[in-house]
Structure formats: structure tokens, C-alpha cells
């Protein structure tokens, strides 16, 4: 069974900056690629970024490019989420997912794509 941990999440001011790392347990890691998602109250969860599992390609929704940067070190089987200059509009409940598919060769951005997911760890940014 794979269970994925989020953290780092935490409340910031806003033009702060956090982390997150997502480190699952169980299962295979490399070779599926990883995403992060959001949901804000009385919102549908929304795409944030995802990475495939050779990291070569990623993919970012356009209201955290430049901002927010996904990676993985496959060694310490985490994934993390660097996000800078953060804004008000980026609180919600950050959660990572891994992807449905096995060595998918291109990074996917639905919800439905992916099969497993955390808990989630809750991000607030206060203006």
C-alpha cells in the first residue's frame, strides 16, 4: 500500500516563500511521475505542478510559473515544491499525488491520472 506524507506547509506573509516535500511510502517511486495539487475551501482541487519520473520534463499551471519550482530526488524517494513569492490567492491545501501510470511518458495534469494521494498539509499566506 502506498501511503504520501506531505510537509512544510505553515503560514507565511505574503512575497515569503516555503517548501514542501512529499515522501511516499510503499511501493515504487522512480518510475512514476509525481504531482502537486490544490484546494482551496469551496474550490475543486487544481493543478499546481508535476515532474516526471526521469525528471526531465515538468509542467506548472500558469498561476505559479516562475513562482513555484517542482523536484525529486529519487535516492531519498521525496518530491519537493519550492514556492517563492508567495500570494494570498496560493492558500489552500497543498497535496501530492503519484501518477496512475507507470513509466508515463508525459507529465499529466488531471486529478483523475493519478492514484494515489496524501493527506495534504495546508498552506496560508497572509497580505
Known amino acids: 500500500q502506498v501511503q504520501l506524507v506531505e510537509s512544510g506547509g505553515g503560514l507565511v506573509q505574503a512575497g515569503g516563500s516555503l517548501r514542501l516535500s512529499c515522501a511516499p511510502s510503499g511501493g515504487t517511486f522512480s518510475s512514476y511521475a509525481m504531482g502537486w495539487f490544490r484546494q482551496a475551501p469551496g474550490k475543486e482541487r487544481e493543478f499546481v505542478a508535476a515532474?516526471?519520473?526521469?525528471?526531465?520534463?515538468?509542467s506548472y499551471a500558469d498561476s505559479v510559473k516562475g513562482r513555484f519550482t517542482i523536484s525529486r530526488d529519487n535516492a531519498k524517494n521525496t518530491v519537493y515544491l519550492q514556492m517563492n513569492s508567495l500570494k494570498p490567492e496560493d492558500t489552500a491545501g497543498y497535496y501530492c499525488?503519484?501518477?496512475?501510470?507507470?513509466?508515463?511518458?508525459?507529465?499529466?495534469?488531471?486529478?483523475?491520472?493519478?492514484?494515489?494521494w496524501g493527506q495534504g498539509t495546508q498552506v496560508t499566506v497572509s497580505s
Open positions: 515532474i516526471s519520473w526521469s525528471r526531465g520534463s515538468t
Open positions: 499525488a503519484r501518477d496512475g501510470l507507470r513509466w508515463r511518458t508525459i507529465v499529466v495534469v488531471t486529478p483523475k491520472d493519478y492514484n494515489y
